[in-house]
Nanobody, 125 residues
Framework: QVQLVESGGGLVQAGGSLGLSCAAS????????MGWFRQAPGKEREFVAT????????YVADSVKGRFTISKDNAKNTVYLRMNNLKPEDTAVYYC??????????????????WGQGTQVTVSS
């Protein structure tokens, strides 16, 4: 069993920045690849970024590449998402995800094994 607890998010103006955190706990957490997904109202959940606990491997969606950065702190079992130059279309509930796999290229929500509770990010124009 894996537990994911997110924090951060909130309301920001377009062009601003926000940071999200995801504290992970549970058995064999190092064997999971962590990620962030988001879901806007009326839309399907979509991939944002993934990262492995080992090495520096990351994978970022084209829609946020250059603006969002995923990172980790192994000592704290915490994954971060730094979001810069936010746009109104980034408004969504952001979910931390964990998949029992070494692959970082999982972009489909149905491949995720565990989800966090979600945190709202709202970008005003």
């Amino acid at each position: 069993q894996v537990q994911l607890v997110e924090s951060g998010g909130g309301l920001v103006q377009a062009g601003g920045s926000l940071g999200l955190s995801c504290a992970a706990s549970g058995r064999a957490i190092s064997r999971y690849t962590m990620g962030w997904f988001r879901q806007a109202p009326g839309k399907e959940r979509e991939f944002v970024a993934t990262i492995r606990w080992t090495g520096a491997y990351t994978y970022v969606a084209d829609s946020v590449k250059g603006r969002f950065t995923i990172s980790k702190d192994n000592a704290k079992n915490t994954v971060y998402l730094r979001m810069n130059n936010l746009k109104p279309e980034d408004t969504a509930v952001y979910y931390c995800a964990a998949r029992y796999s070494a692959s970082i290229t999982y972009t489909r929500p149905e491949l995720v094994d565990y989800w966090g509770q979600g945190t709202q990010v709202t970008v005003s124009s």
